[in-house]
């Protein structure tokens, strides 16, 4: 058995400090140092059989070789990094004194009796005597299992950021874009290879450009930006509502090198609360509005009604109708539908909106004259709503809040739109419009606008108001 290199000198050198890789008589006082290091250290003889190795090894194989027999390395069994059976004949250390070189740097695993597994680099160095002639071989293992599972958690997080459906991305302190997810690609039409290396100024509005300098000055701070809410512009030019979160990145030592950022997709979201305003704005407005509308319907009944009896009567019949009109202005809720959409026609749905206000039966004449057509789906609730407004407006403040006024409703079909007409006369002689846009426009508007993609206008003549709209034929279905 090789006892480890010697430290006595050769003739040649001259008295001269002995070299370590020689083999002699102070290879005991070499194994006392090699057993105190607290890596695993091992050598062999010039065949591979092990000679001698330390208590570090010892615990990191999880067995003692047997000096002399056991050869090239102490572990039960080797493997690749990938898992794959590393044959002996091809370890790091058989390949060192094979080729007679030191086979420094290479990573292998090492399974213990237990069947443990611990990730190691190997650094078998060959040994030679003063004729040159190779004696043996140390190695020194060093376990990289912690560094090994640092990757593979990194290698899961970049998985994460790469999967999600958030545009994660980032940047140095000088704003350059240094990463770039699937995520950001879907966001913002460019892809990694078209984006990382230009400025992240690349994406903000030029009415915005302020933004950047102020979130950087922030990082270089260490603060960190949460849910900050703002703008964004995509490869074709259009613009996108994000929340922006931002975090520094800090290297080794904790310097602040860049930040990493994750923008949002807000826009559904927007307006959905620009939808929840509307309708709060509409549940006040009609909130106002009942006791105006329950005063009109009074006002209106009195011209006719004789006795408390016949008061009574009128009030209570046009409150009813009234709430079938407001019914057909609240949307079937998905969880209660049957099967079967709210359908009618549009004489059935104006004649219920108008029913509060129209005395004809009193009077002998009808107020309002209607042209029919088909709707269905989600448009008689828009239409609901709309001529709901007409009505009340026209109450209050038009033609049906006189006796003599009327309203003249006529629909037509102008090639693929639908064109209808709302003309109010005999009213209070209109001077001067409205100013300012009330809740009326804005739910036009937001109505022919944007369910029906449709336009709509009004015109304050001095016999009453004449209002337009128009949308496609198709729309009316839906």
């Not at 994750?262 to 620009?274: H, L, Q």
């Not at 006529?410 to 809740?439: I, K």
Request: aromatic residues 6%.
């Amino acid at each position: 058995m090789n006892t480890g290199p010697s430290t006595e000198s050769s003739p040649a050198a001259g008295g001269a400090e002995p070299a370590a890789s020689e083999p002699g008589r102070d290879g005991t006082a070499v194994h006392a140092v090699l057993q105190a290091l607290p890596e695993a250290i091992y050598m062999t003889d010039a065949e591979g059989r092990i000679t001698f190795y330390n208590e570090a090894a010892a615990r990191l194989w999880g067995r003692r070789p047997q000096l002399g027999a056991d050869a090239l390395c102490g572990s039960w069994r080797l493997l690749r990094p990938d898992g794959r059976p590393l044959p002996q004949a091809e370890c790091p250390m058989a390949v060192a004194l094979r080729e007679r070189r030191a086979n420094r740097g290479h990573e292998i695993v090492l399974e213990r009796p237990d069947g443990d597994r611990v990730i190691v680099l190997s650094y078998p160095t060959p040994l030679f005597d003063a004729a040159g002639r190779m004696t043996g071989a140390i190695n020194m293992l060093l376990e990289t299992t912690d560094r090994a599972t640092s990757y593979d958690a990194a290698q899961r997080f970049a998985a994460i950021v790469e999967s999600s459906d958030d545009a994660i991305l980032s940047k140095d302190l000088d704003g350059t874009i240094l990463s770039w997810n699937r995520g950001a690609e879907m966001l913002f039409g460019y892809t990694a290879e078209e984006i990382v290396g230009k400025p992240v100024s690349t994406l903000i509005p030029p009415d915005r450009h302020d933004e950047e300098p102020n979130i950087l000055g922030r990082i270089r701070a260490g603060e960190r930006i949460d849910h900050y809410e703002t703008v964004r512009r995509r490869k074709d030019g259009s613009l996108v509502d994000i929340s922006l979160s931002v975090s520094p990145i800090r290297n080794a030592e904790g310097r602040i090198v860049g930040a990493s950022k994750n923008a949002r997709d807000i826009t559904e979201r927007r307006r959905a609360e620009e939808q929840q305003h509307l309708l709060i704005q509409e549940m006040d407005h009609r909130v106002k509005n009942l006791f105006s509308l329950a005063s009109s319907i009074v006002s209106l009944s009195l011209r006719s009604a004789t006795t408390v009896e016949e008061l009574a009567s009128a009030v209570i019949a046009r409150l009813h109708a009234l709430s079938k009109a407001h019914t057909l202005t609240v949307p079937v809720r998905p969880e209660s539908a049957t099967g079967t959409e709210r359908a009618t026609t549009l004489h059935m749905l104006l004649r219920t909106i108008l029913a509060p206000y129209d005395d004809s039966g009193e009077r002998g004449a009808a107020r309002a004259t209607i042209v029919d057509i088909a709707v269905s789906g989600g448009a008689v609730t828009g239409f609901a709503l709309l001529f709901h407004e007409f009505a009340t407006n026209a109450a209050k403040y038009g033609a049906l809040s006189v006796p003599q006024g009327s309203v003249e409703i006529v629909c037509e079909r102008a090639g693929p739109a639908f064109v209808l007409t709302w003309t109010e006369r005999g009213g209070p002689l209109v001077v001067d419009p409205h100013e300012g846009e009330g809740f009326g426009t804005l739910l036009g508007r937001a109505t022919v606008h944007g369910q029906f993609g449709g336009e709509i206008s009004r015109d304050w003549r001095p016999q009453g108001l004449f209002i337009r709209l128009s949308v496609a034929v198709d729309r009316l279905n839906g």
